[in-house]
């Protein structure tokens, strides 16, 4: 009932209940109180959520690894840098061990707010404390290093995936896609669609809107019309943007044969 409450943002009604268990004689537990934790993380109440795990501490609960990651990744989101790093050093004073969603959620939190070397070091830490990368992590650094303008770096990581025996999933195409139409790689972006299709990795909507964009933004209007077909026959919508881009780029004549 309190994930439920959550889930809807009634986070006072969740707060609520939790309360209400101690007057019925019910002890919260270390999954009641992680619950209610990621409720307010998600909301952006991060000092509600820090009070309520201070709480849990005080009553003698001990912080699971979810716990500690669920913290992390609204720390992280909301750029407290320094609190996320006290509570990764806690975590381990406390005998609780990082496992590959901690490291995922550091590296996405050391690049979304600037760390872009940080977050290189931590990912080169991983396997010699045997942490070994995901497919998530290696989506997490591509998508980390275009923002940063490091198209080679991110290039060499997305050929590392298969050499780890990983597969690249449709975030992985999705994000090499975009990145290379962005560096205006229209023919390297366009081998990639290519190959996304040859290894049966299913394009979601996100994937068509950036494909139908990029062609676009590079006045390759045949290949986005072909898309935007296939978009459509399998029932996906565009997103507003591409929309409005649709519009603003298409001719009349184009238009009114889409």
Same mark, same amino acid.
């Given at each position: 009932?309190?994930?439920? !409450? ?8 969740? +707060? ?10 019910? =002890? ?22 820090? #009070? ?19 913290? $992390? ?6 750029? +407290? ?10 975590? #381990? ?13 550091? $590296? ?12 290189? =070091? ?9 942490? &070994? ?9 591509? #998508?980390? !290093?275009? =923002? ?8 060499? &990581? ?16 999705? @994000? ?10 229209? $023919? ?18 996100? @994937? ?40 603003? @780029?298409?001719?009349?004549?184009? !238009?009114?044969?889409?």
């Amino acid at each position: 009932m309190i994930d439920g !409450l959550c889930l809807t943002g009634r986070l006072k009604d969740a +707060r609520k209940l939790f309360d209400s268990m101690v007057d019925r004689g019910l =002890q919260p537990d270390v999954f009641s109180c992680s619950i209610l934790i990621g409720g307010y993380c998600k909301n952006r109440k991060l000092d509600e959520a820090v #009070q309520i795990f201070k709480k849990m501490k005080r009553n003698g609960l001990k912080p699971t690894i979810v716990t500690y990651n669920i913290l $992390l990744v609204g720390l992280y989101r909301d750029g +407290r840098m320094k609190t996320a790093k006290s509570l990764f050093n806690e975590m #381990q004073t406390f005998g609780v061990s990082p496992n590959i969603i901690t490291y995922n959620t550091m $590296l996405d939190g050391y690049f979304k707010n600037g760390y872009t070397e940080k977050a290189i =070091q931590l990912f080169e830490s991983m396997e010699g404390v045997g942490i &070994l990368a995901d497919v998530e992590t290696y989506n997490t650094l591509i #998508q980390g !290093l275009f =923002q940063v303008g490091k198209l080679e770096e991110a290039s060499k &990581l997305f050929i590392e995936i298969s050499k780890k025996g990983l597969m690249p999933d449709v975030v992985t195409y999705t @994000t090499m896609i975009n990145g290379l139409f962005c560096s205006k790689m229209l $023919l390297e972006a366009n081998k990639l669609i290519i190959e996304m299709d040859e290894k049966d990795c299913v394009p979601n909507a996100i @994937t068509y809107n950036t494909i139908i964009k990029g062609f676009l933004v590079g006045k390759e209007t045949d290949k986005a019309l072909h898309y935007f077909g296939k978009m459509r026959e399998i029932k996906f919508a565009p997103s507003d943007s591409v929309s409005c881009l649709l519009v603003n @780029t298409l001719s009349a004549v184009e !238009l009114k044969n889409l």
